[in-house]
């Protein structure tokens, strides 16, 4: 398990992520408004605003009429679980998100963003057609940034909190790092784990990522670079 801190990569073609950190904010403002509601609040909210594949497959009738259940693939990204849900993705994101602003520019990349969230919802819905439990979180979009900048930064050093025996700070390579963590979404697909995470939304994002930021980066920036 590792969580990242900070990186040794500089911004060179924007003055500030203001993108970035307008959806950190808004997201972190989403579940406080959740959080404050009670746990009855949070439940609706996911029923709601949660991708639920088998409404958006019109397999089965949305809870709100007036909400499109097809909005629900961008609404569903903003919202999250619990703390941990919620902290584990901002960490990421604030970690590696500015970056890819910085790739990309600011308007491209909140295109950028919430089209990696929606690919991912529509991944985890292709192998969970009729299922009625609601999709949430910022993990799939946020693979996409992840997708994103293995290929734009591999080789920027990654300062990261890892628990091999004890927690430890090591500065390790973003391919290592974020290698090692499409990796592991692989391998739980790979067995089967049934354990409640989307991991096809995960991966969904992250190959998005990918595809998206070959063709939208800015002119002179190039892939696989960061040494």
């Keep these: 398990m590792f969580l990242p801190l900070y990186d040794r990569n500089k911004i060179a073609h924007i003055e500030f992520p203001f993108i970035n950190y307008a959806i950190l904010g808004f ?3 989403i ?3 959740q ?3 009670g746990e009855a609040g949070l439940f609706e909210a996911h029923i ?3 991708m639920i594949p088998a409404v958006v497959t019109g397999a089965a009738v949305g809870p709100a009429p007036w909400l499109p259940d097809q909005a629900t693939l961008v609404t569903y990204m903003f919202l999250h679980a619990d703390w941990l849900h919620l902290l584990s993705n901002m960490l990421f994101l604030w970690v590696f998100g500015d970056n890819i602003e910085d790739a990309l520019g600011h308007f491209k990349y909140l295109v950028f963003y919430i089209a990696c969230g929606i690919i991912a919802a529509l991944a985890h819905l292709a192998f969970n057609t009729g299922s009625y439990g609601p999709l949430v979180g910022a993990s799939g979009a946020v693979a996409g940034v992840i997708g994103a900048y293995i ?3 591999p080789h920027v050093r990654v300062f990261v909190l890892s628990r091999i025996i004890i927690m430890l700070p090591l500065a390790v390579p973003a391919w290592a790092v974020l290698g090692f963590w499409i990796a592991t979404q692989l391998f739980y697909v ?3 784990v049934d354990d409640g995470v989307a991991w096809w939304a995960h991966i969904g994002g992250f190959v998005a ?3 998206l930021v070959v063709v939208m980066r800015r002119r002179g920036v190039p892939l696989f670079g960061g040494r």
Aim: net charge neutral; charged share 0%; with cysteine.
């Design 27 to 29: 997201t972190c403002l």
């Design 31 to 33: 579940f406080l408004v």
């Design 35 to 37: 959080f404050a509601s």
């Design 48 to 50: 709601v605003y949660g």
């Design 151 to 153: 290929l734009l930064y």
């Design 190 to 192: 790979v067995i089967g």
């Design 209 to 211: 990522g990918a595809a």
